[in-house]
Every structure is written in structure tokens, then in C-alpha cells.
């Protein structure tokens, strides 16, 4: 099983940048799919964005399309979310998910058997 440790939320402006890591323990990384997911306050967990195996294909919610990056390095068994032009609604606690999958409507879900402990990310206006 892959254990799963985000770092890099914290406070910041609506337009500036954060970068979250996520460090991933285990021998699968590299084969596996990887995804962020986000939760608000008062709202149910929502995807974020997916990243292929290789690195080649990413995938994005509408609402952080052009915005957000992800990314990932199989030698460091790291995945990256590079968040830019941040908004106020873009403020959850921020989890990495080994192995989410994609339905066949195109909804990603997550594999609730790998999570990580989140970090927050707050947004101020």
C-alpha cells in the first residue's frame, strides 16, 4: 500500500502561486496513476486533477484548467500540483490519492484506500 505525505499548503493573496508535493512511499508509484482531489468547508471532496503513470497525460477539473499543473518525478516518488492565480474558492485541504480512476461518464473518484493526511491551502481575497 502506498503511504502518502502532501506538504506546501499555507496562506497566500488571490493571484499568487503555491506548490504542493506529495511524497509517496512504496514500490507502485512509478506504475501509478496519481491524482489530487480537494475538500471546502461545508462541500464534498472534489477531483482536482490525474496524472498518468509515464507522465505523458494529465487531466483537470474545469474549474482549475489553465491554472493548475500537475506533475511528477517516478525517481523521487513525488507528484506535483503547481497551483497559479489562486482565488478565494480555490481554499480546501488539498489530498493526494494513489490510483483514483476515471468512470465510464468521465467522473474521476478516488481510491479511499490511499490518502493522504491533506494540506490546507487558504486563499485570502
Known amino acids: 500500500q502506498v503511504q502518502l505525505v502532501e506538504s506546501g499548503g499555507g496562506l497566500v493573496q488571490t493571484g499568487e502561486s503555491l506548490r504542493l508535493s506529495c511524497a509517496a512511499s512504496?514500490?507502485?508509484?512509478?506504475?501509478?496513476?496519481m491524482g489530487w482531489f480537494r475538500q471546502a468547508p461545508g462541500k464534498e471532496r472534489e477531483f482536482v486533477a490525474a496524472?498518468?503513470?509515464?507522465?505523458?497525460?494529465?487531466y483537470y477539473a474545469n474549474s482549475v484548467k489553465g491554472r493548475f499543473t500537475i506533475s511528477r518525478d517516478n525517481a523521487e516518488n513525488t507528484v506535483y500540483l503547481q497551483m497559479n492565480s489562486l482565488m478565494p474558492e480555490d481554499t480546501a485541504v488539498y489530498y493526494c490519492?494513489?490510483?483514483?480512476?476515471?468512470?465510464?461518464?468521465?467522473?474521476?473518484?478516488?481510491?479511499?484506500?490511499?490518502w493522504g493526511q491533506g494540506t490546507q491551502v487558504t486563499v485570502s481575497s
Open positions: 490519492n494513489a490510483r483514483p480512476r476515471r468512470r465510464s461518464d468521465n467522473k474521476w473518484v478516488p481510491n479511499d484506500d490511499s
Open positions: 496524472i498518468s503513470p509515464g507522465g505523458v497525460s494529465t
Open positions: 512504496g514500490r507502485t508509484f512509478s506504475s501509478s496513476v
